[in-house]
Every structure is written in structure tokens, then in C-alpha cells.
């Protein structure tokens, strides 16, 4: 079973910095896609960044410049630095992992919280 395995997350003042990290985990043959998504409450779940085993990025508009991605793939690692949060940013962030076993598959991590106070 292949999980992604989140670190990082907490509460932090508007315009401070915060570092998620998720680590694909488990029996694969490759991964595909990797990503992080997140939920406010009331909110439905949206992407905010996902970066591909070469490197391509994509980031949601409202992070751009704030939320770099990357992706080390000999870890199997995805990464989000999240910098100048303000309140709206506060939500549960989930990882996002495609990954390849003779198919194409995804799975989530566990989600963690990142709270932004004003």
C-alpha cells in the first residue's frame, strides 16, 4: 500500500513561513504526479500546487510567488514552502501522490492543519 506520509504544518502569525513536506511511501514502480491540496472549512478541496517527475510545475494563482514547490525523486519527497500566510490561507493541507503499479494510482496523505492568525 502506498501512503504519503505528511510532516510539518502548525499555527503561525499572518505574514510568517511554514514548510510542508510529504514522502511517497510503499511499493511502487515509479511516481507520477505529486501534489498538495487543501480544505477549508465549508470549502470543498482545491489544488494549490503539483509538481511532475520532471520538474513541471503548476501553481494556484492565489499562491504564486508564495508557495513554491518542489520535489526531490530520489526521496520520493514533495515540498512546499509556504511564505507571507496570511488568514485566508488557513486550512487542511493534504498531500497528493500519483503513483505507478502496472497502473496509474493516487492517494492521500493524512492530511495537516495550517492555521494563519491575524
Known amino acids: 500500500q502506498v501512503q504519503g506520509v505528511e510532516s510539518g504544518g502548525g499555527l503561525v502569525q499572518s505574514g510568517g513561513a511554514l514548510r510542508l513536506s510529504c514522502e511517497g511511501s510503499?511499493?511502487?514502480?515509479?511516481?507520477?504526479?505529486m501534489g498538495w491540496y487543501r480544505q477549508a472549512p465549508g470549502k470543498e478541496r482545491e489544488l494549490v500546487a503539483d509538481?511532475?517527475?520532471?520538474?513541471?510545475?503548476y501553481v494556484r494563482a492565489t499562491v504564486k510567488g508564495r508557495f513554491p514547490i518542489s520535489r526531490d525523486n530520489a526521496k520520493n519527497k514533495v515540498s512546499l514552502q509556504m511564505t507571507s500566510l496570511v488568514p485566508a490561507d488557513t486550512a487542511v493541507y493534504y498531500c497528493n501522490v500519483n503513483y505507478w503499479l502496472a497502473a496509474l494510482y493516487a492517494t492521500w496523505g493524512q492530511g495537516t492543519q495550517v492555521t494563519v492568525s491575524s
Open positions: 509538481i511532475t517527475s520532471g520538474g513541471g510545475t
Open positions: 510503499g511499493r511502487f514502480s515509479m511516481l507520477h504526479d
